[in-house]
């Protein structure tokens, strides 16, 4: 009864997909020749493969480096993670693509050296190999690995930390060799995730890679809204590639974790201690730091300056500002941002609820959380959406988000709440604690760092649905998000960037009262505490 | 004038009430809900249809803009419905042309016909626009009612550049101002358009692209293409997004040469201090490609009464009148003012033309879109071109 109970919250989440997921596999049939024949296929899937591990390999190790190291810059960024967390996709590489562009404020500045009276003609963004892409996935991903390393980075590791100090190694090495494989093991979920979602991504490929061809997850979508509405059937083909790939990176990430190990033995055996490598080590993590604060901020800043702007002639340095654009979309946004919150909220807590029902067993069938993360939306959403059709829009809406919402749920929870110790159980229970109670009363609230981190993950992620809304509600709904989306497509630059400030208001408060949660170390521990 | 023109017109004139005896579909919407399913990128668009809903409220509809990224959006909504059997469909009204209508008529998604039995019918000037019947060379047959005339214009920075006046002298133009013009990327529909165009100039017979496109039909286009795209913006290595992408470069300095399917779009961006004062618009000697945007129904609304109303509402002068202010939409009307009674023509009249925009005898001639098989052949063969990088 308790096996069939916890997995049902699993089989609810992938009945839908995999639905979905068989409509795509009929409607891929007979569009698989056009498929294999797209232009520049190879280069679109590289494009994908690439900028995902890529993005993935250098987040994580900048995330080991900065909590081992804490370098100058770390509380501040510490500090700011809420704010990048809660910024949307989309946000970040509007504001990226805007700092990086020939017209932007980096041109202006050196536009007297240069001699420049009109734009350069320069292909900075949208780079042919997706080095801005990359850096983007980057600057968005390592600030959320890093919150849940915090929120994941209990006392017992701590602890380790401490007697290994008195080892005589090397922080960096250190951390390596003791704390890393630990905490990695409470990260891993959420590290392939950040893989998949790194390749599927469609709002950050769209806006800062290549269009020629574009990374894989753009070009199905690119088939999928064909004006001709021909498309589906090469979207579907398309996607089922996508769903290929990320299976391949999945197993290549295994191959990268394998040569971590190998390497960290190799040192073990050599009885590397690694003392010299702390100050390079640190001057590279003081400057990932101060980058991962500086750009994600000067993209913000961009930003918030484009909500005033009307005009901004080159080279001037300073806009043509004006407050009617804000005038306008300000009166606009209470009922739309009244549909997000209870869309998030709502969603949350029903997958939060669903999560922790499916944490209270084990079993194979946890395969399935991955379905909707490495699934392009586009291709079984419209599935859904058609097994939904006749459910009222609300309903069918909310059950959308939380298919979304919980995989991220789950995948923040899973590591921190495994990784608890049963031996604290034992004890309660001999003193005589019903098992309910040692779940309400001991267990959970010892997790709630990373319950109230999870809580925030899930609001940013139902906030962030676009097509899901949008197709579920048959347009009922309108939120912060489908109203963003559906600028971004015209010409108001004002309002699209607005409308994504305000979308990324939500999610801060949830990130902010999240972190207030005992999420970060009161203290980082800085040198001083540590031999 | 005939007896249905002249009905029509008292219909438009006269308050609600009086209306709704010479129609009695009036009675039957009043109370509807009406979901418009529209395009929503376009802040003045969307205060345009909010002002149409003041309108529509005054007979007692009430219009919900549903705003969407792309048209396919609310197409696959209805095409899941229709898969599933609904019969109380989400869409009531979709704004919509070409390939999506094309598609909706070949699948039996829409409702109809009804266009031709609303009552300001008689005023749209099928004769001289024949785009308002005409979608992408299908006729429209009813099931769509035209709402804006659209034409291909250029704009350029004329404090900065002379106006080349062909698509050749386009050519020549971008040779001697290296990366300072670009179209958008195939599938856009503006940049096919712009294709399209260029059709029309290097074709030795246009009339072929009224037929259905037979292979190797647009082969004078890649020789052309091949060195036009090394003189274009990132030396055709990347192209814009779409028409807003495009209008942003030329907002921005980066291009000198623009173009959009709306011939008073610059003189709107230019009155929201969005464009430079000294933008202008510019068509080319042998006339422009021209179509119309149109409204429909899907087969399975829940409101049909509303949306005809709403769809013979967008056809009344007052309506058509609002869309063609520069300082509003700056789009041209589908009636024909000419033969509209005094104080209808006066509305037209009094518009101001804005800054940038051609007065309707400046725009020159109107080139017929080709059939809608010549865009899927392009676009197919100008990714399998180009789209590898």
């Given at each position: 009864m308790r096996a069939v109970l916890t997995r049902l919250p699993l089989v609810l989440?992938?009945?839908?997909?995999?639905?979905?997921?068989?409509?795509?596999?009929?409607?891929?049939?007979?569009?698989?020749?056009?498929?294999?024949?797209?232009?520049?296929?190879?280069?679109?899937?590289?494009?994908?493969?690439?900028?995902?591990?890529?993005?993935?390999?250098?987040?994580?190790?900048?995330?080991?480096?900065?909590?081992?190291?804490?370098?100058?810059?770390?509380?501040?960024?510490?500090?700011?993670?809420?704010?990048?967390?809660?910024?949307?996709?989309?946000?970040?590489?509007?504001?990226?693509?805007?700092?990086?562009?020939?017209?932007?404020?980096?041109?202006?500045?050196?536009?007297?050296?240069?001699?420049?009276?009109?734009?350069?003609?320069?292909?900075?963004?949208?780079?042919?190999?997706?080095?801005?892409?990359?850096?983007?996935?980057?600057?968005?991903?390592?600030?959320?690995?890093?919150?849940?390393?915090?929120?994941?980075?209990?006392?017992?590791?701590?602890?380790?930390?401490?007697?290994?100090?008195?080892?005589?190694h090397g922080r960096a090495l250190r951390f390596a060799l003791i704390e890393a494989p630990l905490l990695y093991r409470r990260l891993r979920l959420p590290v392939l995730a950040v893989l998949a979602y790194g390749m599927t991504t469609v709002d950050m490929g769209a806006i800062l890679g290549p269009g020629l061809p574009a990374p894989l997850s753009v070009e199905v979508t690119r088939a999928a809204t064909r004006a001709d509405l021909g498309?589906?059937?090469?979207?579907?083909?398309?996607?089922?590639?996508?769903?290929?790939?990320?299976?391949?990176?999945?197993?290549?990430?295994?191959?990268?974790?394998?040569?971590a190990a190998a390497l960290a033995r190799a040192l073990v055996a050599r009885g590397a201690r690694g003392v010299g490598w702390d100050a390079p080590l640190r001057a590279l993590a003081t400057l990932a730091a101060w980058s991962l604060i500086a750009l994600p901020l000067a993209a913000l800043s961009l930003l918030a300056l484009r909500v005033v702007t009307l005009r901004w002639p080159f080279p001037d340095l300073v806009p043509l500002l004006s407050l009617r654009p804000l005038g306008q979309t300000l009166p606009a946004l209470p009922p739309l941002a009244a549909n997000s919150l209870a869309l998030a909220l709502a969603s949350t807590a029903l997958a939060l609820a669903l999560a922790l029902i499916a944490l209270q067993g084990r079993s194979r069938l946890e395969a399935l959380i991955w379905l909707p993360l490495i699934l392009p939306q586009v291709v079984f959403l419209p599935g859904i959406a058609r097994l939904m059709i006749g459910v009222e829009p609300w309903s069918?809406?909310?059950?959308?988000?939380?298919?979304?919402?919980?995989?991220?749920?789950?995948?923040?929870?899973?590591?921190?709440?495994?990784?608890?110790?049963?031996r604290l159980a034992q004890v309660a229970a001999t003193l005589g604690a019903s098992p309910a109670r040692i779940l309400w009363r001991l267990r959970l609230p010892m997790l709630a760092p990373s319950l109230a981190a999870a809580t925030a993950?899930?609001?940013?992620?139902?906030?962030?649905?676009?097509?899901?809304?949008?197709?579920?509600?048959?347009?009922?709904?309108?939120?912060l998000t489908t109203e963003a989306v559906a600028l971004s497509t015209g010409p108001d630059r004002a309002l699209v960037a607005a409308l994504a400030l305000a979308q990324a208001a939500l999610p801060l408060v949830a990130f902010a009262l999240a972190a207030r949660v005992k999420l970060f170390p009161s203290r980082p521990q800085g040198p001083k505490e540590r031999p | 004038m005939n007896r249905?023109?002249?009905?029509?017109?008292?219909?438009?004139?006269?308050?609600?009430?009086?209306?709704?005896?010479?129609?009695?579909?009036?009675?039957?919407?009043?109370?509807?809900?009406?979901?418009?399913?529209?395009?929503?990128?376009?802040?003045?668009?969307?205060?345009?249809?909010?002002?149409?809903?003041?309108?529509?409220?005054?007979?007692?509809?009430?219009?919900?803009?549903?705003?969407?990224?792309?048209?396919?959006?609310?197409?696959?909504?209805?095409?899941?419905?229709?898969?599933?059997?609904?019969?109380?469909?989400?869409?009531?009204?979709?704004?919509?042309?070409?390939?999506?209508?094309?598609?909706?008529?070949?699948?039996?998604?829409?409702?109809?016909?009804?266009?031709?039995?609303?009552?300001?019918?008689?005023l749209v000037d099928t004769r001289g626009k024949p785009a308002t019947v005409t979608d992408f060379t299908l006729p429209t047959e009813g099931y769509e009612s035209p709402w804006a005339?659209?034409?291909?214009?250029?704009?350029?920075?004329?404090?900065?550049?002379?106006?080349?006046?062909?698509?050749?002298?386009?050519?020549?133009?971008?040779?001697?101002?290296?990366?300072?013009?670009?179209?958008?990327?195939?599938?856009?529909?503006?940049?096919?358009?712009?294709?399209?165009?260029?059709?029309?100039?290097?074709?030795?017979?246009?009339?072929?692209?009224?037929?259905?496109?037979?292979?190797?039909?647009?082969?004078?286009?890649?020789?052309?293409?091949?060195?036009?795209?090394?003189?274009?913006?990132?030396?055709?290595?990347?192209?814009?997004?779409?028409?807003?992408?495009?209008?942003?470069?030329?907002?921005?300095?980066?291009?000198?040469?623009?173009?959009?399917?709306?011939?008073?779009?610059?003189?709107?961006?230019?009155a929201a201090g969005r464009l430079a004062e000294t933008v202008r618009t510019f068509v080319l000697e042998g006339g422009t490609i021209g179509n119309a945007s149109f409204v429909a129904i899907p087969f399975n609304a829940s409101a049909p009464e509303g949306a005809q109303v709403v769809a013979n509402l967008i056809l009344s002068p007052k309506v058509q009148a609002r869309a063609q202010d520069a300082t509003?939409?700056?789009?041209?009307?589908?009636?024909?003012?000419?033969?509209?009674?005094?104080?209808?023509?006066?509305?037209?009249?009094?518009?101001?033309?804005?800054?940038?925009?051609?007065?309707?005898?400046?725009?020159?001639?109107?080139?017929?879109?080709?059939?809608?098989?010549?865009?899927?052949?392009?676009?197919?063969?100008?990714?399998?071109?180009?789209?590898?990088?």
């Open positions: 989440l992938a009945l839908p997909v995999a639905a979905g997921l068989l409509v795509a596999v009929i409607q891929s049939q007979g569009a698989w020749g056009e498929a294999w024949a797209l232009p520049g296929l190879m280069r679109a899937a590289r494009l994908s493969l690439v900028p995902g591990l890529a993005a993935t390999l250098v987040a994580l190790t900048l995330t080991g480096l900065i909590l081992a190291l804490e370098p100058p810059g770390t509380r501040t960024l510490f500090r700011l993670l809420a704010a990048f967390l809660a910024l949307p996709h989309a946000a970040l590489a509007l504001g990226l693509a805007f700092l990086a562009a020939p017209s932007g404020p980096i041109a202006r500045l050196v536009a007297p050296l240069m001699g420049w009276q009109a734009p350069p003609d320069l292909l900075t963004v949208g780079d042919p190999n997706g080095l801005g892409l990359t850096l983007g996935l980057i600057l968005k991903e390592t600030p959320f690995l890093l919150l849940l390393a915090l929120a994941a980075r209990g006392p017992d590791l701590r602890r380790l930390d401490l007697v290994a100090s008195t080892f005589g498309g589906e059937g090469l979207a579907a083909a398309l996607a089922l590639m996508q769903l290929a790939l990320v299976a391949l990176a999945l197993a290549l990430w295994r191959g990268v974790e394998a040569l069918a809406t909310l059950a959308a988000h939380v298919t979304f919402a919980l995989p991220y749920l789950w995948l923040s929870l899973a590591g921190p709440w495994r990784a608890w110790n049963p993950i899930g609001i940013a992620v139902s906030t962030g649905q676009y097509l899901a809304t949008l197709l579920m509600s048959g347009g009922r709904l309108p939120t | 249905r023109q002249t009905l029509a017109l008292l219909a438009a004139l006269l308050p609600a009430r009086a209306f709704a005896q010479t129609w009695d579909l009036l009675d039957r919407a009043r109370g509807q809900e009406v979901f418009f399913h529209a395009w929503g990128g376009d802040p003045k668009i969307n205060d345009f249809i909010a002002w149409l809903g003041e309108e529509a409220a005054a007979l007692g509809i009430t219009l919900t803009h549903v705003k969407l990224a792309a048209t396919a959006d609310a197409v696959a909504r209805v095409r899941a419905e229709k898969a599933a059997g609904a019969t109380k469909g989400a869409v009531d009204l979709i704004w919509i042309n070409g390939e999506n209508f094309a598609a909706m008529k070949a699948e039996g998604l829409l409702f109809g016909p009804f266009a031709e039995s609303l009552p300001n019918w008689p005339m659209a034409q291909l214009v250029f704009e350029h920075d004329s404090a900065q550049t002379e106006a080349p006046r062909s698509i050749l002298a386009l050519a020549d133009w971008a040779k001697a101002n290296p990366g300072r013009f670009t179209y958008p990327q195939p599938p856009d529909y503006l940049g096919l358009t712009f294709l399209k165009q260029v059709l029309y100039a290097l074709l030795p017979d246009p009339a072929i692209l009224q037929s259905p496109w037979v292979e190797g039909a647009e082969a004078p286009l890649w020789p052309f293409l091949d060195a036009l795209h090394p003189h274009l913006w990132r030396q055709g290595r990347a192209f814009p997004r779409d028409e807003p992408a495009l209008g942003q470069l030329l907002a921005e300095g980066e291009t000198l040469i623009s173009f959009a399917f709306n011939p008073g779009r610059a003189s709107a961006e230019i509003v939409l700056g789009f041209q009307t589908v009636l024909d003012v000419a033969s509209l009674p005094e104080a209808d023509r006066a509305l037209f009249e009094a518009l101001p033309l804005g800054p940038a925009t051609l007065s309707p005898a400046d725009l020159g001639p109107v080139l017929l879109e080709p059939h809608a098989s010549w865009m899927a052949a392009v676009s197919g063969a100008w990714t399998r071109r180009y789209g590898a990088g």
